[in-house]
């Protein structure tokens, strides 16, 4: 095997999987990358046995062959090269040798053999989605998933697709069972009319956290298809497959408080300031934070034995009866991190009664987070 390539465009190759390969393994091979030289570019493969991803970069290969070796080496390697062009070549033994103007490496590869068989992608039935669209509703949601939580299925975003008056519906939902956000768009599909399958799956956290990764690129409008176990993700060249996740995804809806009057209107980015200031003392007491909801103002307090204490107040307004109530205040602001209006409006019923999230500008996403006792 004997290639030529762009420095850059190889980084970018290399850049895209490092999440994808597997660091914690019993299998050498998954800690690799999968270089496959064809007549028409240099293949990149990585998987850790439940994402795969692949594309096709600009190359020009004076000799097919493929070869795996460590993927973190070869993106170290590309970090401290300048040189705007390497040759990469590799002997019966793969032994990888890379060449960058006066540099030169010898990387100890494995056959191409020891890595794992790639799966067949299905090319039917993919949706073509608006690129920004998607992204919103990932960015929007992904927060609120669990990691590592015991509950498997919490670890995982629940994928709707559906029909909303004739318009097709994407919606996505995220918890933790702590907290939820739920965020939905309907959207167009390009080049036809024709009725979409329902489809309700469960995608991975760490797959929607790399489709996420590959959307804020830009580039191409993706594609997105599932077949019964497995998503499939096409842009600009690359192909992303997950496996789904098997299992029955709480019913979120029952956890959405009904609509109320009960509702506290309040500046944003007032009081995430005043959150993230009153937090700093009760980091070490899961970020817990005291709320009192009075007509004119929200008073926010925490308190540490050791630290001492913060108070603050933040002008909102509330046509209910004065109460208090407390949370984790890293919930409250992975919730007013991903708001983009000016205002926002709080609901509750009672001090302990979950807590509604909502933009009076964007009401297609809602959040919702449980309170703590303070």
């Not at 208090?324 to 991190?337: C, E, H, I, P």
């Amino acid at each position: 095997m004997k290639v030529k390539i762009a420095r850059d465009e190889l980084l970018t190759a290399l850049q895209r999987v490092q999440g994808v390969v597997e660091k914690r393994n019993t299998m050498p091979s998954l800690a690799n990358v999968l270089l496959e030289a064809k007549p028409e570019g240099l293949d990149v493969l990585a998987t850790d046995l439940e994402i795969w991803m692949r594309g096709l970069y600009k190359a020009t290969v004076e000799e097919p062959g493929a070869v795996t070796f460590s993927a973190r080496k070869l993106y170290e390697i590309l970090r401290e090269i300048k040189d705007p062009e390497i040759s990469i070549l590799v002997t019966d033994n793969c032994l990888v040798t890379i060449q960058a103007g006066r540099s030169q490496f010898k990387v100890v590869g494995l056959p191409s053999q020891e890595f794992p068989v790639v799966p067949s992608i299905e090319r039917e039935g993919l949706i073509p989605l608006p690129g920004s669209g998607l992204l919103e509703l990932i960015r929007k949601t992904l927060f609120a998933v669990g990691d590592n939580d015991t509950r498997y299925v919490l670890n995982g975003q629940l994928f709707i697709v559906s029909s909303s008056g004739g318009k097709p519906l994407i919606r996505l939902v995220g918890t933790d069972g702590h907290r939820l956000a739920v965020a939905e768009r309907e959207f167009e599909i390009q080049g036809g009319s024709a009725p979409l399958p329902e489809v309700k799956v469960i995608l991975p956290r760490k797959a929607a956290h790399e489709i996420q990764r590959l959307l804020e690129e830009g580039g191409d409008e993706p594609m997105i298809g599932f077949t019964q176990n497995t998503m499939i993700f096409r842009k600009s060249g690359l192909v992303l497959t997950s496996r789904l996740m098997e299992g029955t995804y709480p019913n979120y809806q029952q956890v959405i408080p009904k609509e109320s009057q009960k509702k506290i209107s309040v500046n944003r980015e007032e009081l995430e300031g005043a959150l993230r200031r009153v937090s700093v003392l009760s980091r070490e007491k899961g970020y817990a934070v005291k709320m009192t909801f009075a007509p004119d103002h929200i008073t926010l307090f925490s308190s540490h034995p050791d630290t001492g204490e913060a108070t603050e107040e933040v002008p909102a307004r509330f046509n209910g009866e004065e109460f208090s109530t407390g949370f984790n205040a890293r919930y409250f602001l992975d919730v007013l991190g991903v708001m983009n209006g000016e205002n926002l409006t709080l609901q509750m019923e009672a001090p302990l009664s979950p807590c509604l999230l909502r933009e009076p500008e964007n009401l297609q996403f809602m959040s919702v987070i449980m309170p703590v006792k303070v």
